[in-house]
């Protein structure tokens, strides 16, 4: 449910020496829909991209689609996770639960460098309901070390051959 009141008291609190208090406030922020949250995320976001990665998904637009889209894919991404890159996928993938759709470009990046087989999926998934998979890449995922996208890929191969 939407914040019910001012936000500022949240907002200060993301500023406090107290790092549960920071936390607390950012799980707050992460919810809220506010010009204000999303120019404070986007200011902050090279500083703290785990913090602020999530209010600017919340508060997208699409004119931020190449933004989002460029700063996703320079992030690097490790089997160790020692950047943030899985949480800025995760955020991405959430997108569809907040009734927006994630921009296709930055779905294949997902796809395509994500250490997390089930990221892999879930991008397959919503790329495979916006119509954006090849056969190409619908036989290669026969092959992924992921059961569900194996089956995902079967499916979705014998339907296309069904249809010819």
């Given at each position: 449910c939407p914040y019910p009141g001012d936000i500022s008291p949240v907002v200060?609190?993301?500023?406090?020496?107290?790092?549960?208090?920071?936390?607390?406030?950012?799980?707050?922020?992460?919810?809220?829909?506010?010009?204000?949250?999303?120019?404070?995320?986007?200011?902050?976001?090279?500083?703290d991209p785990d913090a602020w990665f999530p209010m600017v998904v919340r508060n997208y637009r699409e004119e931020d689609a190449a933004f989002i889209t460029s700063y996703a894919k320079n992030m690097p991404t490790d089997r160790e996770c020692n950047k943030p890159w899985h949480g800025l996928h995760l955020d991405v993938l959430k997108m569809q639960d907040y009734g927006m759709k994630a921009p296709g470009e930055l779905?294949?990046?997902i796809y395509e460098t994500s250490y997390c087989p089930n990221c892999r999926q879930e991008a397959l998934e919503q790329m495979g309901k916006r119509r954006m998979l090849t056969e190409e890449m619908l036989e290669e995922c026969l092959y992924d070390s992921l059961d569900k996208v194996r089956t995902y890929a079967r499916r979705a191969l014998n339907r296309r051959k069904n249809r010819h």
């Open positions: 200060a609190d993301m500023k406090s020496d107290d790092p549960h208090l920071r936390f607390v406030a950012r799980l707050v922020l992460e919810n809220v829909q506010s010009p204000q949250i999303r120019q404070m995320a986007l200011d902050n976001l090279d500083a779905l294949l990046h």
